[in-house]
């Protein structure tokens, strides 16, 4: 079974600066899709950003990119120019890409402050 | 605002109580999920319905019993709850249910089982 790792509880930056919050993540399988979800203190989860496996070239979204290293597994976020808007708790998710699983794999998440 | 619309925002129930938790989508998507968001646990999924079909069940307690009138509305109904199934329940809709897909969530239920 996959298992998706984040090993910082929490986390802070100074507004403006950049953070990077880090995901690696446990499978077999070959070719899978990568998420980073927020949830702010609405509590509504939202997609900030995925990449596909299959694709070298690491995604981007604005001020949110990622370091994607499949051979080590690992799948950190980066934000730059830190808005406190951007204070939320962020999960990184695998889903795998066997046809008929539906199944998100989420981390325990990390807890991004911002401070102004 | 995602489109997806949770009711109640806030339930406190005994463990003898029934209820039920409401979720609406807007977005003219197929496939509904239940979340459990448990205190320092991961997000659990526990139910999948595509096309009003169930199409996941992930081990969970039949004190918890889904329901998928149509592709717009799912229910989570409860009933002799335990203190341990004090959570946020989070709903999510996607378009059909693929892999790549974008889910969208509702702002929860916060459930308190007393």
């Known amino acids: 079974a996959q298992t998706v790792t984040q090993s910082q509880p929490e986390m802070s930056v100074q507004e403006a600066e950049t953070v990077t919050l880090s995901c690696t993540y446990d499978?077999?399988?070959?070719?899978?899709?990568l998420f980073w979800y927020k949830q702010p203190p609405s509590r509504q989860m939202i997609l900030v950003i995925r990449?596909?496996?299959?694709?070298?070239q690491n995604a981007t979204e604005n001020r949110f990119s990622v370091n994607f290293q499949k051979a080590a597994k690992s799948f950190s976020l980066k934000i730059s120019d830190s808005q406190l808007g951007d204070a939320a708790m962020y999960f990184c998710a695998y889903r795998s890409i066997i046809q008929g699983a539906q199944k998100l794999v989420f981390g325990q998440g990390t807890r991004l402050t911002i401070n102004p | 605002e995602t489109g997806v619309t949770q009711t109640p925002r806030h339930l406190v129930m005994g463990m003898t109580n029934k209820k039920s938790l409401k979720c609406e989508q807007h977005?003219?998507?197929?496939?509904m999920y239940w979340y459990k968001q448990s205190a320092k646990k991961p997000l659990e999924l526990m139910f999948v319905?595509?096309?009003?079909?169930?199409?996941e069940n992930n081990s969970v307690p039949s004190r918890f019993s889904p329901e998928c009138p149509n592709s717009s509305h799912l229910f989570l109904h409860l009933h002799t709850l335990q203190p341990e199934d004090s959570a946020l329940y989070l709903c999510?809709?996607?378009?059909?249910?693929?892999?790549?897909?974008?889910?969208?969530f509702g702002s929860g239920t916060q459930l308190s089982v007393l």
């Open positions: 499978t077999s399988e070959s070719d899978y899709y």
């Open positions: 999510a809709s996607s378009q059909d249910g693929t892999v790549n897909e974008k889910l969208f």
């Open positions: 977005l003219g998507h197929n496939a």
């Open positions: 319905y595509n096309f009003k079909e169930q199409t």
């Open positions: 990449q596909e496996a299959y694709k070298q």
